[in-house]
């Protein structure tokens, strides 16, 4: 039988990679076939087919006899084969059945040359589990090849004349085996030194009857092919020692720790360490894979409360708001010429007092965000939408702007070009007392009224806060004059403080934020971390005092937000040939305002003591 190769293409009873095990004549349907030869699984081409397998089952496993076409393609291969290059083979295999974990019946449908690493081993790859059927498998022994030169039509004939000078039943490589160090050497300089003559004369005829101009040999033998090139036996066993001995961390660090104390460089070509060339040993580990494919997750501050701000608040077709509100209320006795008075006879009736007009007026300011996009970087990133990934940070931004802006005013110094101002979008903390009520939680007074000096002894400093909070806020709620019941905007520091207030058994007094929300009667809680430590000043009987935000409580739809058509945020886009660059905008130009006079209450803390 005339053969380039052979070798294992399935073992039996080996433990692949994936936990599975092919067991004995799984493939047995497949014994005597021939099937397409082709290299690394490629069926894009028809030149890539190289020849064909004949396969024989066995005891022990597949076993397969290559040869190659005389096709350009094929006489590649086969010097690659020959050389060394190429030293492996896999299979690819359809209609695959398992038991468990054992595979036991399927049928091989093509034999692969593949670039095999230096450590044997099966493996199964792509494998699709449908059920009891894994459907299709690409299959690595790990077995090296052996290569054989096709017989002549002499030693053909010579052999089926049944010459004794041949061991029946052994093959050549079972022969070579059974060599010395010494002798196995010596066959292979008489080989190399047969095929060096054949190549310069090939005229010369071969003086034994019936014999070939080279000798048949393994040129795969793990101890003499590798001409101290690849890693070797001994260079593996010092890496494991290595790895053992805990001072490297991982198997990685030895490998990376050996090669660079040994001048080693990991070859592609040949899937060992090579002492020459360009590679790398980190190549030997598989790439990065991303936990979470696609677009780069964002970090951000919160903005649950920013939603529920720009989803709340009365949106108006008018960006220059007015309002106009008349104070009839007789608070002290001020006011005792508006009321209503009672008639004596002969007495002359009095004309009621003049009113008080309070009168405010809101114009509108341009909000924006800008940003440039490289166009090489839009064309280069092909896992996601770079310019509508930006779009979305961009309106993000915006968003959180103007959020920020009507509930505490945007921060920056009023030198800062880009300020919003504050009489532009009036924010709620800071707006004049007439619309917002700015109260003090005092602590003090609070732990004073639980239990006198002694209260800590009872009561931590949780349950004093959540005390004196829920005190503050009810009584506050006497003077509010908002539509509808309050949302409460509040640190998340300050929610976690009250919920882990605690009695004096132990208890925590709220079980959840509903139920705290609703002992502080309003109707929804909402955590903004971007309140946490703003302070403001106030003049306070002439003296000027810090006050540090805790909460807002507000009916965001007595908060109006206009805009004139054409003054909602837009988005516009131009490209700029100059810099190659996608210029995007992102634009609104609006005005804000409460409308309702004591329509929001600030509650916040007196810290002047240690601002100072």
Known sequence: MKYDFSGWATKNNVRCSDGRTIMKDAFAECDGMTVPLVYAHDHTSISNVLGHALLENRDEGVYLYGTFNNSKEGNAAKERVRNGDIRAVSIYANHLKEKGSNVVHGMIREVSLVLAGANPGALIDSVLVHGEEINEATIYTGEELELYHAETEANTDQADKGDDSSNEGETVAEILDTLTEKQKKAVYAVVAEAAGEGEEDDDDDDDDEGGDETMKH??????????????????????????????????????????????LKHDALSSGFAQTGDGNVSWLFPEYKDVRPGAPELITNDQGWITTVLNKVHKSPINRIRTRQVDIRNVEGSMDTLRARGYIKGKQKKLAGNITLARRTTDPQTVYVKSALNRDDIVDITDFDYVQYLYNIDRMQLNEELATAIMIGDGRDISDEGKIYPDHIRPIWLDDDLYTLHVD????????????????????????????????????????????????????????????????????????????????????????????????????????????????????????????????????????????????????????????????????????????
Request: glycine letters at 8%.
């Open 441 to 612: 939680l005092d602590l003090e007074t609070a732990r004073q009224e639980l239990q006198g000096s002694g209260t800590g002894v009872s009561f931590g400093d949780n349950f004093v806060t959540a005390e004196a909070m829920i005190t503050t806020v009810l009584y506050a709620r006497e003077k509010f004059k908002g539509s509808g019941t309050p949302d409460l905007f509040i640190t998340p520091h300050m929610v976690n403080v009250m919920m882990l207030a605690r009695d004096m058994n132990g208890r925590r007094i709220y079980s959840s934020v509903s139920e705290l929300a609703s002992a502080l009667n309003v109707g929804a809680i909402h955590t903004a971390e971007q309140f946490e430590g703003k302070t403001r000043k106030a003049t306070i009987n002439g003296a000027e005092k810090t006050k540090k935000l805790v909460c807002i409580l507000a009916n965001l739809a007595d908060y109006s937000l206009g805009a004139t058509k054409g003054g909602q945020i837009a988005h516009f886009t131009q490209f700029d040939l100059n810099f190659n660059q996608q210029m995007s905008l992102l634009e609104t130009r609006c005005s804000g305002a409460l409308t309702r006079v004591y329509s929001a209450i600030a509650i916040e803390e007196d810290v002047t003591d240690s601002a100072a």
């Open 218 to 263: 393994n040129v795969f033998d793990a101890e003499t092919g590798h001409d101290g090139t690849v890693l070797c036996h001994a260079d593996q066993e010092e890496i494991l020692k290595l790895a053992k001995s805990g001072n490297v961390g991982t198997f990685q660090n030895a490998l990376k720790v050996y090669a660079e104390e040994n001048n």
